[in-house]
């Protein structure tokens, strides 16, 4: 992700990847809708129609009040079937809890290794990349599905990545949950996407895919 990017990023799992077909189908929808409203408003504005024989039509007046109810469907069915596809687990390999503090996160790892960290922002070298860059860094395995626990010590907080279709809020004496698969190696980054005060700005996340045996050497 740049600045210069007005696309949505680069799916890298296959949530984030039926998010973009999800937002392509029904941008295609709404811009056939706004052509043809465009094409009948130039009609109506540069054209006069006088007939004093024509009270009513009944066939367009049905036809107007079936069709939006059919484009609706259109949209409804597959956002319905993406909503329910992020809220199932299947079999995860690895759960990993994120907690939310003012204003860092901390995460564990409790399957069978027991590990745990807290990440803050840093910004010591000029190729860090600039509130994004933290000193301990989420890692976890690609080609692997994960389950992702998220609560708060304070606040409510938001854990977001966006190229993985992640966003999942943080609240304090709850477990939310949510499944991830990632598809490719990489360092992908979000931030806190929930006001949670003065410092919510500088809560960087930053997760690192890696091969599945160097996941298991890093948490020995």
């Known amino acids: 992700m740049s600045w ?11 949530t984030m990847e039926q998010l973009t077909f999800f937002h392509d189908h029904t941008m295609s ?5 706004t052509t043809m409203i465009v094409f009948l408003l130039n009609s109506l504005i540069f054209n006069k129609f006088i007939d004093l024989n024509i ?9 107007w009040t079936i069709m939006p109810t059919i484009i609706l469907f259109f949209i409804a069915i597959p956002s319905l079937k993406i909503l329910y596809s992020m809220e199932e687990l299947i079999n995860p390999t690895i759960s990993i809890k994120s907690m939310g503090h003012q204003w860092y996160w901390s ?15 840093k910004y010591s070298k000029i190729s860090d ?11 976890a ?10 609560s708060s010590s304070d606040v409510l907080h938001s854990w977001t990545i966006p190229s993985l279709g992640v966003k999942m809020d943080a609240v304090p004496g709850r477990l939310n949950q ?6 490719k190696p990489g360092l992908f980054t979000g931030q806190c996407s929930e006001i949670c ?7 960087p996340i930053m997760l690192e895919s890696i091969k599945l045996e160097k996941f298991v050497k890093w948490m020995k």
Do not use: C
């Open 29 to 33: 929808i709404i811009i056939s809708i």
């Open 107 to 121: 995460y564990e790892y409790s399957d069978k290794l027991k590990k745990e960290f807290d990440s803050y922002m």
């Open 55 to 63: 009270n009513e039509n009944q066939i367009i007046e049905t036809w």
């Open 141 to 150: 395995p690609f080609l692997t599905q994960l389950r992702m626990i998220f």
């Open 4 to 14: 210069t990017k007005f696309y949505l990023p680069d799916a890298y799992s296959p």
């Open 178 to 183: 949510s499944s991830m698969l990632i598809k």
């Open 197 to 203: 005060g003065t410092n919510h700005s500088f809560m």
């Open 129 to 139: 990349l600039r509130l994004i860059e933290v000193d301990n860094r989420m890692k």
